[in-house]
């Protein structure tokens, strides 16, 4: 039976709560998706990072994390411009806008957070946590052993 298969009920719980958040920020009225977010809220945290860095932290490919940048500069939550440093970089600032969404879509966040961990102790979220660090370094390697 598949919910026997722990990666089988990881992958269902994460698409569940992408699923929960994303309705909470379209009911909230706020026009961005969980990925946009994601990639704005990096952005935000460290505007120095290149769409490589970026596309490593948010767990995307350099492809998709360039159509979210763009559609970011259509909305106008995001700017970007070459760099005065090194012209092979691109500077980027969030806009105004961008600031009042982020701060829009903080608390509906810590929301959903909130009620996706509802019933687990500290020590249940660590153990957990420490868990999936466990799992997420034993898949490190490129390629199964024998």
């Known amino acids: 039976m598949l919910n026997d298969v ?78 005065q440093q090194d012209r092979r970089r691109v500077d980027r600032a969030i806009t105004p806008q961008g600031q009042a969404l982020l701060q829009a879509v903080a608390p509906i966040i810590a929301r959903n957070r909130s009620v996706a961990l509802q019933g687990l102790s500290e020590p249940a979220i660590e153990q957990l946590r420490q868990t999936l660090e466990t799992i997420y370094g034993n898949c490190h390697t490129t390629t199964a052993e024998d």
């Open 6 to 83: 722990i990666f089988y009920v990881l992958d269902k719980t994460i698409k569940r709560y992408r699923q929960y958040a994303q309705s909470n920020i379209d009911r909230a009225g706020i026009p961005i998706t969980v990925d946009q977010w994601l990639v704005l809220s990096v952005i935000q945290e460290s505007p120095e990072l290149g769409q490589t860095e970026i596309a490593e932290r948010v767990f995307k490919d350099q492809a998709s994390v360039a159509r979210i940048i763009d559609l970011l500069v259509k909305k106008e939550l995001l700017v970007q411009s070459a760099s």
